[in-house]
């Protein structure tokens, strides 16, 4: 099948000495786990999709390492590491180091990095341990209950980098902070409207502006821009109309 297949494309001519067939405690879906030996393991999902890979000893495979190519070499050459392990996220994937232990998120598409990659992962109920105050408390007031699914953090390469950390929580949610924790956007990738209570982080002008423009609250992504003298506030509906206010 096409698990079997995929498993030949990674590792040719080599037979695994466990697969097992697991359910994800949370969305209940079904993985299989397959281990070639105590340091070399994949997970893939039902349709064969590689979800994750860890090879500590074992070389990396050689379709990874080729399709992924302009971002390993950015491991070795600006970091001094190789990849042992790989990780789909939210964004794209994740390559794990070597020497470092960092996992450096990466966009699938451009290769581009985006920075390291703290949740490991697994996910957690409200990231008050990853997180500092007052993200996470942010977090747990406006989008109580969502599971965290990623978060980026500028590496120490990235030359003035726009952003503190980046979150993606589950069920469409992406939030980007500025240097200062404060929030800069708050966006919704599927299409679903933000929480109305967001609202009560916005100035009072800003705030009784966009109820009148948008008294229907349709706003699936918000942007904070600081300049000089003023501040720019930008609101995205889901018509893709879009609101500028500045104060």
């Known amino acids: ?131 500092p105050d007052p993200i996470s408390p942010f977090l747990g007031v406006y989008f109580p209950d969502i599971k965290l699914l990623n978060v980026l953090i500028p590496t120490e390469r990235m030359e003035n980098p726009d952003f503190s950390y980046k979150v993606w929580l589950d069920e469409g949610y992406v939030l980007t902070f500025d240097r200062s924790y404060s929030w800069k956007v708050v966006e919704n990738n599927l299409g679903s409207s933000l929480p109305k209570e967001l609202l009560d982080t916005l100035p009072e002008k800003v705030a009784d502006d966009i109820r009148g423009y948008c008294p229907e609250w349709n706003i699936v992504r918000m942007e904070k821009k600081v300049e000089d003298e003023s501040i720019q506030y930008y609101f995205e509906t889901t018509r893709h109309e879009v609101y500028a206010i500045s104060i």
């Open 1 to 131: 099948g096409v698990v079997e297949g995929n498993l030949n494309f990674y590792f040719p001519d080599e037979m695994p000495i466990s697969v097992e067939e697991l359910i994800d405690n949370e969305s209940g879906k079904i993985f299989y786990y397959i281990r070639y030996n105590q340091d070399t393991y994949v997970a893939l999902d039902i349709s064969g999709e590689l979800l994750a890979m860890m090879c500590l000893e074992h070389p990396f495979p050689i379709a990874l390492c080729e399709k992924y190519a302009e971002a390993f070499r950015y491991v070795e050459s600006d970091f001094g590491d190789e990849v042992r392990a790989f990780r789909k996220t939210e964004y794209g994937i994740a390559l794990g180091m070597k020497e470092s232990g960092n996992f450096l998120g990466v966009d699938a598409d451009t290769q581009e990095c985006l920075g390291y990659e703290l949740t490991g992962g697994e996910g957690y109920e409200d990231g008050s341990d990853i997180l």
